[in-house]
């Protein structure tokens, strides 16, 4: 891979992509699904618009269609949780993980890669027509080094995040405000933000691409941790990526979802490179579906599985890990797949693996979410729902690195980094629901992670 180049002067530098992409028919009209794509309430899959590239998607029974009821409708985590500290979270990944958990290593090759990893990705020009906002990097700077992985990365995150979008505004009928930022040290992001939508409470997800030198805290933080880093006058140059979504919904009976996927590269006084991967995908119920349970992670196994057969059994070990409240003695929520660290056996099959992750946001998720839309439930639900979301915010202030690595930072964007924590939520003194409720059945869930495929 070519040597890492550092651009400054962001907003001069993007002058030419937004009078490009005028001259290109609206990207947003081009790619909404018609009338015809929705489905009634209830359906678990609402239609092939929802099948990935990068995974299968298999037919699973539909269970209960949602309750009737009085009531309402209604480690190295670089880049981490909801572009928590999306312009420290580059640096902040390099301290997360500190002492938890094994590397990521992609030890053998079970399988060549699926047919669609090997597509071509196609001119960049183009792709952008459907992104949200114009790309981080400046346009003539994408084709100029548009076969290196920080370009490949930059266009697979900005896909990521303008599919996902477009499909919750989709169901929601709202709209995304769009909010564009820079760092003064290099680089900047892209925040889509929905708020007191008909179905989302809060829905976020970010883009970020910075770059710079890494601080000697953080150099320090790897090399405890075994990295080799060779640097020149005290400067490690590096580069770093991700897109991040958090998604919490107003109706009880629809999960809260959190996705991440990122990549690190770090180049050394002699030109050599350090790189590696990292993300995952996990869901926060509110109460034990075993339905929406097996199509979430069956989605997620069947994408880890192309690549390598154990894939899905370590990472969704290590998200159960990673994702536990231990003031608590109980997880987030059930989880999915988390890794880091993941640098081999080549950057090309790592990055198809990762691409095969990032396609499953919209499958995995949004078949629940049309599921269960249009649900009843009473006003001890959504209490629930709100003690839940409490849990959510316990994790995230008190145990996710990056959010307290970025919150700790000069210069972090604190907005981007508060955006994973919900509207609203509660907290009771002693709470404990009643024994042999639902709501005592999901606890137990939580303190006790299940396999559910």
């Given amino acids: 891979m070519a040597s890492i180049v550092l651009y400054t002067g962001q907003t001069t530098a993007r002058r030419c992509l937004s009078s490009r992409l005028k001259a290109l028919p609206a990207a947003r009209e081009a790619l909404r699904p018609g009338p015809s794509a929705r489905c009634p309430a209830g ?14 998607l298999r037919f699973m029974s539909q269970g209960s269609a949602g309750r009737a009821g009085a009531g309402r409708t209604g480690r190295r985590g670089a880049l981490v949780l909801g572009a928590a500290a999306a312009v420290t979270a580059a640096v902040a990944g390099l301290v997360a993980n500190a002492s938890h958990f094994h590397s990521a290593h992609m030890a053998t090759r079970v399988a060549p890669a699926a047919e669609e990893e090997r597509e071509v990705e196609g001119d960049i020009l183009e792709r952008c027509r459907g992104f949200m906002s114009a790309p981080v990097s400046d346009i003539d700077v994408l084709q100029g080094r548009k076969e290196e992985m920080r370009t490949r990365m930059e266009m697979l995150i900005m896909e990521t995040q303008a599919e996902f979008c477009k499909a919750l505004q989709e169901v929601d009928g709202g709209t995304f405000k769009v ?29 970020s691409v910075v770059f710079g030198n890494l601080t000697e805290e953080a150099a320090k933080q790897m090399r405890s941790r ?51 991967f990292g993300g995952g995908t996990d869901l926060t119920p509110v109460y034990v579906n075993k339905d929406d349970a097996f199509h979430f992670h069956n989605t997620l196994k ?53 691409k095969s992750c990032a396609r499953t946001v919209v499958p995995c998720y949004l078949p629940i979410v049309h599921k269960h839309l249009s649900d009843a439930f009473t006003d001890e639900e959504k209490d629930w729902q709100q003690v839940r979301r409490g849990r959510y915010v316990e994790f995230n202030l008190v145990y996710d690195r990056g959010v307290k690595f970025g919150l700790a930072t000069p210069g972090s964007r604190i907005e981007s ?33 299940k396999d559910w495929v």
């Fill in 43 to 56: 359906t678990l899959l609402p239609g092939p618009r929802w099948l990935s590239r990068g995974t299968g």
């Fill in 179 to 207: 909010d564009r930022w820079d760092r003064k040290e290099g680089g900047g992001g892209i925040s889509c933000v929905m708020q007191d939508g008909k179905l989302f409470e809060k829905a976020g997800v970010n883009v």
């Fill in 226 to 276: 075994g990295k080799v880093l060779k640097g020149k006058d005290g400067k490690l140059p590096f580069c770093a990526m991700g897109v991040s979504s958090v998604i919490h919904p107003k109706n009880p009976h629809i999960p809260t979802v959190h996705f991440n996927y990122r990549y690190f590269e770090i180049e050394e006084a002699d030109g050599n490179k350090q790189w590696w």
């Fill in 302 to 354: 069947e994408a880890c599985n192309k690549h390598h057969s154990q894939y899905y059994t370590d990472f969704k070990k290590w998200c159960d890990r990673y994702f536990y409240i231990g003031h608590r003695g109980e997880t987030r929520g059930i989880g999915g797949i988390f890794f880091d660290d993941l640098d081999s056996p080549s950057q090309e099959e790592a990055f198809n693996f990762v």
């Fill in 417 to 449: 980094i508060l955006m994973s924590l919900p509207l609203t939520a509660r907290w009771e003194y002693m709470h404990e629901p009643a024994k042999g409720s639902r709501e005592a059945e999901m606890l137990e869930v939580l303190r006790s992670p």
